[in-house]
Nanobody
Framework: QVQLVESGGGLVQAGGSLRLSCAAS????????KAWYRQAPGKQRELVAS???????NYADSVKGRFTISRDNARNTMYLQMNSLNPEDTAVYYC?????????WGQGTQVTVSS
């Protein structure tokens, strides 16, 4: 059994910062942290930031230069540093990881940015 637990969300004013964490627990040998997604009310879930198979990073155009994805394999944790937040970043943020071909999702953490 594998669990992903996101944390670090909350309410922040526009221009502020938050750091999200995604901690993995359970049978997590060879876990591969893959990406952060978000889903705003009434919208489809969208990819925010991800790792390529080579270990480099990709970002949605809307967050480039403001968000940074990283991971600490020794701590079985993935992070999303979010700077210069704006109200359009308000959403539930989800982390995604895989073990082999099986994909796992966290329960989500709410990020709300006030103007």
């Amino acid at each position: 059994q594998v669990q992903l637990v996101e944390s670090g969300g909350g309410l922040v004013q526009a221009g502020g910062s938050l750091r999200l964490s995604c901690a993995a627990s359970g049978s997590i040998f060879s876990i591969n942290f893959k990406a952060w997604y978000r889903q705003a009310p009434g919208k489809q879930r969208e990819l925010v930031a991800s790792f390529t198979s080579g270990g480099s990073t990709n970002y949605a155009d809307s967050v480039k230069g403001r968000f940074t994805i990283s991971r600490d394999n020794a701590r079985n944790t993935m992070y999303l540093q979010m700077n210069s937040l704006n109200p359009e970043d308000t959403a539930v943020y989800y982390c995604n990881a895989a073990i082999g071909k099986r994909s796992y999702w966290g329960q989500g953490t709410q990020v709300t940015v006030s103007s």
